[in-house]
Nanobody
Framework: QVQLVESGGGLVQTGGSLRLSCAAS????????MGWFRQAPGKEREFVAA????????IYADSVKGRFTISRDNAKNTVYLQMNSLKPEDTAVYYC????????????????????WGQGTQVTVSS
């Protein structure tokens, strides 16, 4: 089992940057696929990015490709989401999620497979 706590959200102007962190506890983190999702007001939660437990494989939603980077530090039990060139449409509550453990080091879970979720952190991008 994995417990997740997000941090790093806040208010930023269009074009600015933020780095979200997700601190995990639980013995399976190092073998878990980690993902970031977001939910804007009045909209369904959507997938943003995911990283394999090795860190060697990543996938991104088309809307954030080239602007966001997901990474992880297994020694620190932390996953990050670096967000650059932020747009007002990136405004949402961002959630960290975990799926695992998995055997294959470069496996990345489909968006519907995540079992563990954090409480979320608000990101607001002003125009």
């Amino acid at each position: 089992q994995v417990q997740l706590v997000e941090s790093g959200g806040g208010l930023v102007q269009t074009g600015g940057s933020l780095r979200l962190s997700c601190a995990a506890s639980g013995r399976t983190f190092s073998k878990s696929v980690m993902g970031w999702f977001r939910q804007a007001p009045g909209k369904e939660r959507e997938f943003v990015a995911a990283v394999s437990w090795s860190g060697g494989s990543t996938i991104y939603a088309d809307s954030v490709k080239g602007r966001f980077t997901i990474s992880r530090d297994n020694a620190k039990n932390t996953v990050y989401l670096q967000m650059n060139s932020l747009k007002p449409e990136d405004t949402a509550v961002y959630y960290c999620a975990a799926d695992g453990p998995h055997y294959y080091s470069d496996y990345v879970s489909p968006p519907g497979d995540y079992d563990y979720w954090g409480q979320g952190t608000q990101v607001t991008v002003s125009s």
